[in-house]
């Protein structure tokens, strides 16, 4: 009982690429935004005082974004490339805004906040709407805004 022996020979496959593969300008800086803004949108979901951690993660998408348009602006990078970052520096504005307004309010938004983790009803989370929108005609029109 012997065991017959067959040499094997190794076949290589050959490629149809033999460069290596190269990306568009603006590319790299046009991941580390997407990858910011996730990290940013990431922060969003933790409570008030400690959701300002997402605005410096927010803050660097939009620098890296910024770059990777200007890198792509030579005209060689794709145009889904550039309407994708394009969008990317819209979403980490947007989001960056509305994680920073909560602040020009601090008050009447950690109140409702607080108010909404108690609140077990829906007549409970009313009147912490009713709450704050309350508090906020007040802030508002203390600056000379009407409703």
Not at 70 to 94: C, H, I, K, N
Not at 96 to 124: E, I, L
Request: glycine share 10%.
């Amino acid at each position: 009982m012997g065991r017959t022996s067959t040499s094997t020979q190794e076949q290589h496959v050959s490629t149809t690429r033999q460069e290596p593969r190269t990306l568009p300008p603006g590319m790299a800086h046009a991941r580390r935004a997407g990858l910011l803004m996730l990290v940013g949108a990431f922060g969003v979901g933790v409570p008030l005082p400690w959701t300002a951690i997402a605005l410096l993660p927010l803050g660097l998408s939009v620098v890296e974004a910024v770059r990777a348009l200007r890198a792509m602006s030579g005209g060689r990078a794709p145009a889904r490339v550039v309407a994708w970052t394009s969008t990317g520096l819209v979403l980490a504005v947007v989001l960056g805004v509305a994680t920073a307004a909560p602040f020009a309010f601090y008050d009447s938004s950690k109140r409702y906040q607080d108010c909404m983790v108690g609140a077990n009803t829906s007549a409970a989370a009313a009147q912490c709407r009713a709450d704050l929108y309350d508090g906020l005609t007040g802030v508002l029109s203390g600056w000379g805004v009407s409703r």
